[in-house]
């Protein structure tokens, strides 16, 4: 297992959309594997692929970040939101592709989505709570779609060209 790399805005890759994975081999096992060791050590409750600059329909969470809860390791491949409740939630939601920035975002409260776990099994699921906003964060990083694409056109600028001005700074 090895820790990768985590992109960071403005990096293009962040605003593209994924490809479907057509088959599940080592190479996901081990990006899989790369990828929960990479959202520990950072530490974050979930990661998407396109963070690590891989294209493709793959997401991985932990949302059991109490002290006293057991881990709870989710992956996800080839994800989808197939109902929504009209319940409504609000949750401080950040990014590890956007750090130190975070901002209440609306989702959702409740969701069922379906994917393929690692052995491509169909497996469809409810999930409430903070699974539920970090399922809905994560799938829209596979649209090439951030948090921050939620909040005023005037915030987002702003945090945008926060990291524009580090990124130039660390390219010098
Ligand atoms: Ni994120």
């Known amino acids: 297992m090895s820790i990768k790399e985590i992109l960071l805005i403005p990096d293009k890759r962040l605003k593209m959309k994924t490809d479907l994975v057509s088959s599940i081999t080592k190479n996901e096992h081990r990006l899989i594997d790369d990828m929960f060791e990479t959202m520990y050590d950072a530490p974050g409750i979930g990661l998407a692929a396109p963070q690590v600059g891989v294209m493709s329909k793959i997401i991985v ?7 006293d809860e057991k881990p709870d390791p989710i992956a996800m491949i080839n994800p989808e939101i197939i109902w929504v409740s009209d319940e409504l939630n609000t949750y401080e939601e950040g990014c590890l592709s956007i750090p130190d920035y975070f901002a209440d975002i609306t989702r959702p409260a409740n969701i069922k989505v379906r994917y393929l776990d690692k052995n491509e099994k169909t497996i469809e699921r409810e999930a409430g709570g903070l699974l539920a906003t970090c399922i809905q964060h994560e799938i829209d990083h596979l649209e090439g779609k951030l948090f921050i694409d939620y909040i005023s056109r005037l915030k987002r600028e702003r945090i945008t060209k926060k990291f524009q001005k580090m990124a130039k700074f660390e390219a010098k």
């Open 61 to 67: 969470m932990d949302c059991a970040k109490e002290e």
